[in-house]
């Protein structure tokens, strides 16, 4: 699939999808996502194991993670070049979103 499709299939990503590619900075399995993007949100973000999932299998489908590894019922993941472009592309612009945000802030006070 070409990058320009992903783009347009998953930008803007839904918080769970961004946070499941931001989490696969090293292989993980499901439930290793889950803490992993707990953690890291200080418990704002808890992703639901039907959500997790479901995102994976598209991703996966979507050739933007692969399976690593998938013994003792634990499927650990990693993202692929395509991922990690898509992942770039987002940082990005959720890097432009906040510094728009940041200089207009002040006008809504």
């Not at 993670?65 to 993941?77: E, L, M």
Request: net charge positive; glycine share 8%; with cysteine.
């Amino acid at each position: 699939m070409s990058i320009e499709k992903i783009l347009k299939m998953y930008v803007p990503m839904s918080e769970t999808a961004y946070y499941i590619l931001l989490s696969l900075n090293e292989p993980r399995h499901g439930y290793g996502i889950i803490k992993f993007v707990e953690k890291l949100t200080n418990g704002r973000i808890v992703l639901g194991s039907g959500t997790v999932y479901g995102t994976l299998g598209k991703m996966s489908k979507d050739r933007l993670i692969s399976v690593c590894d998938d013994k003792d019922r634990k499927t650990v993941y990693r993202i692929t070049d395509d991922g990690k472009a898509l992942l770039f592309y987002e940082i990005d612009r959720l890097k432009k979103v906040y510094e728009n945000t940041i200089s207009q802030e002040g006008l809504f006070r």
